[in-house]
């Protein structure tokens, strides 16, 4: 058996009469950086709410494979469900909880999956107080690991744009999760920012051991992170193969019209 | 056992009775209803202080009652005049009161783009306010109204007796109701809420007047809504709190039938008044105020977007 | 002609002279359905003193009033700049204020500053009884200032922490005072295992009772729209209402009971009576107030407490992080609900009876105010703005002006909710974190879901 994180089975998702994805199958390895490219109004987002439970489609299944091998069919299933089971996200415009600071944003990630602890946290029981410190380590650790540890006490709305990102980030690692699904993560930031944030997700994959699925239309980082790639258009999938294959696929040319021969990297404007 | 077959003797006696009060009532609660569901479709907020615009139109009538019947047996062609200028001065009131309201209450906060949490705390502030300055300025007592016409039985259904006051409420309801559909649906303001209640930003950019939109929304709903507290005080009266119980059913006539829908409104109107009227064969009459509620919490849990579902923009 | 109004000077003037005319009409005498002009026309004819100087009419006064306090705007607006200028200058002693104001922020800001201040008002709380010996001022304070204190703090959970409306808490203080009656055989009904518990055993009943009511209501109510909370709570206290006012097998119907037993302790040799003096009462509220205040300070302090935050920032980015919103939201309602019982055991025995009027929803109105008076959020806010609001009520009850009649109250408290809406939303001590959404959603920082839709509320997200 191919030890596959998720599988996409012929997933369709209506909108009324739009269909926003249409008969789409693909399937993540563990351990993979995998992108999804694809002009916009492709679908990319309306996947990822798939993935994450915030969508449910109307036909096909996902399922999700977590690293017991236990198998979990997305669909039909709470965000929240999705986020225990090993699933962690980022959003296309950032959406940090932004009137806490840098170090409450990540540490809501860490606590989340806890029990509820409503009496323990009136009573500030032991327990409670353990689990407080522990969180406050593990945010510690992340800040440490995405370099926000100097802003820790900042308010996240005043942080700028690859520090949101990278906020973002390490907010979605301290759920622990096996796969962090990437939606846009280079969106406005600057060229330095963006090798930074390269960078970062390798790291993610190399020393956390967490599995990514991006979404981006910078082809640059895209072609610099991806072991593989998956093209959709009008909801469809068009082409997968490595980065190589995808830059000579003449339907991805085709869907990505009017670029110009410097190649699809053109669309990130 | 015999709990219910004797019920259900009786209401297979009233059955005729209770449907002509049950319809009634309901022409009175769908008015009131397509205030909260217009006001609802363009600002996607739950108006609370729609009932003292209820209250507004039955006390301004109410006057106008007192002044024009003063007591005296109005002739056949004063009633016509006097229901007519009751609909008219309960209208205008409840048109004004709306205005005002969004005026005070709403757009200072929609300037600065306040969290809805704030539009719901500045409507009750409002509701609050306005209800208790009415009972301040005109009494705590429940007033009776001077009757603009004698309410005799004009014909009976099947046994049961349907007075004026019924005849009345119907066709007062039916006119309103019909061309607020007309206006909504064919005017070019009417399109312009339309409009707006499908997507603001939009509308905006297509040269939609957003702010005189609004007013005009609040206007139209506190109209129906002041000429359905008219309607409500000819037989019972008038007293300052008099807008709560009314309005808290007809906002779950709006739910029930779809909230931001104006044919929903009405529709819930009508089967919340007639479900309630019913309800009175089977249970003690000072629980039918329970039966809205019940109803309200159950199409919440069962059906959260109403018999028609919520959408303004379509619903015309 | 028209244009004149457009003006912004002339706008405010005609803004100033409403409003002036509104509270003339406000304070002026009460009407009737009889003559519906009288009370309009006796707010300007009737006679009122001014200052005790002279006794016009009170047209004549409020023209007098207003021009003095128009006096006074006009020098406090020269004096601040005065102020500004003599900071630029430099001037020594200015700079020696402004330092120490900026001390006095820095100090409210820190938790040992923070600790200070509650340590204040827990003095003030004790020497209270020292200070106004009157007793039925004491019974006043009592029954309206700790006891809605009491209450403020709990809805604050549900309206501060979790940004819920419940316009239904009445019902759960209602449920709470019930109980207190039930348990202690004073119903019609009988007891529960037919023994006449002592009053306090009330308390845990009535804690698990109103919970209970919370959470049955708020599973279904929570997963919807916020302002479906709002009107379903509001419903649900006129019901509980109803049927208050007309079971009367178990509830004594309108007349309720007035046969509940003060609080006592009868453990051995230690036997203690609360009651008959306001006193007892008046420090055994305190401690439940101190103690509120303590666990739901450290509950907004806590995981579940920053879960809220999520929440009501971002829903949907909450979820995503595996927090369960319609969960929390449950929790905060149940804890609302549960401290507005535990506050109906409270004023039952002190009152020794329960009667449906007590429990109007005008009651939930009050509450809210004080929680959207002193800050959202805040639970200082929260205290001072109940000692604030509250004392002015006890205060006009106990010695009331010429102008002022008790019915008006809630007149007067609609028109402050506007007032605070309009001007000061996150209250009179913000909480720090309300302050913060408040600004950023205005200056249009936070996501747009937190916002009022003015457009498309079905629009499918970002990308379709």
Sequence with gaps: MVDNLFDVQNVTLRFGGVVSLNDVTLSQKRGEILAIIGPNGAGKTSLF???????????????????????????????????????????????????????????????????????????????????????????????????????????????????????????ALATRPQVLLLDEPAAGTNPAEKNDLTELIRRVRDEMNVSILLIEHDMKLVMALAERLYVLNFGSVIAQGTPEEIRANPAVIEAYLGASDTGIAEESK | MSYFTSHFSTFGHEFWGLLVGGVANGVVYAMVAIGYTMVYGVLRLINFAHSEIFTSGAFASFFLMKALVGGSTPTATESVIYVILGVLVGGLAGALAALALERVAYRPLRRRNAPKLAYLISAIGASYFLFNFYGKEFGRINLSMDAPFTNNTVFTIFGAPVQMYYIVIVIVGVIMLVSLDRFVAKSKLGRGIRAVAQDAETASLMGVNIDRTISLTFVLGGFLGGVAGFLFAIPIGVVYTMGFTPALKAFSAAVLGGIGNLRGAVIGGLLLGIVESFSVAFFDGVYIDVVAFAVLVLVLMVRPTGILGERLGRSA | MLRVFQHHMVKRVAGAILIGLLVLVMTGPQGNGSEPTSGFTGSFSEHMSFFGFFTPPRWITFALLALVLSLLVMFAKYSHRAWRRAQESGAAAARAVASAAARVKYVRSRRSGRYSGYALLVLLGIFLPRIITSQSWQTNIVQLVAVYIL?????????????????????????????????????????????????FFAIPFAIILAMAFGVVLGIPTLRLRGDYLAIVTLGFGEIIFIFANNLYGITGGSTGT?????????????????????????????AFIVLFLMIFSSLEHSRVGRAWVAIREDEVAAESLGIYPLKYKVMAFAIGAASAGFAGVITASQTLFVTPPTFSLSFSINILVLVIFGGMGSIAGVVVGGLVIQGFVVYMIQSPPAWYNPADLYMYLGALLIVMMIFRPAGLLPSRRRLREVTQVESGVARDQMLTHIGPHNRVEEEL
Excluded: C
């Design chain 3, 258 to 286: 007035n046969q509940i037993p003060y609080l006592s302790v009868h453990l051995g040799p230690l036997k203690y009576l609360w009651g008959l003096t306001p006193q007892p009462y008046y420090y055994l509220t305190l």
């Design chain 1, 49 to 171: 709410n798939s993935l994450t439970g915030v969508y449910t489609p109307q036909q096909g299944s996902i399922t999700f494979t977590d690293a017991k091998g236990k198998r979990y069919s997305v669909i039909g299933k709470k965000p929240y469900r999705v986020s225990a089971a090993g699933v962690a996200r980022t959003f296309q415009a950032s959406r940090m909880f932004s009137a806490m600071t840098t170090f409450e944003n990540v540490k809501i990630g860490a606590e989340s999956h806890r029990g509820l602890g409503a009496v323990g946290a009136m009573l500030k029981g032991p327990a409670t107080r353990r689990d407080e410190v522990r969180s406050d380590a593990a945010t510690r650790d992340l800040l440490e690991f995405v370099g926000l540890t100097s802003q820790s006490n900042v308010i996240a709305a005043s942080l700028n744009y690859g520090a949101r990102r990278r906020l973002e980030i390490a907010r």
């Design chain 3, 151 to 199: 209450l403020a703090i709990g809805l604050n959970v549900v309206t501060g922490f979790a940004g819920l409306l419940d316009l239904g808490f009445v019902a759960f203080y209602a449920i709470g005072a019930y109980t207190t009656a039930w348990v202690t055989g004073a119903l019609p009904t009988s007891p529960p295992f037919g023994i006449h518990f002592n009053t």
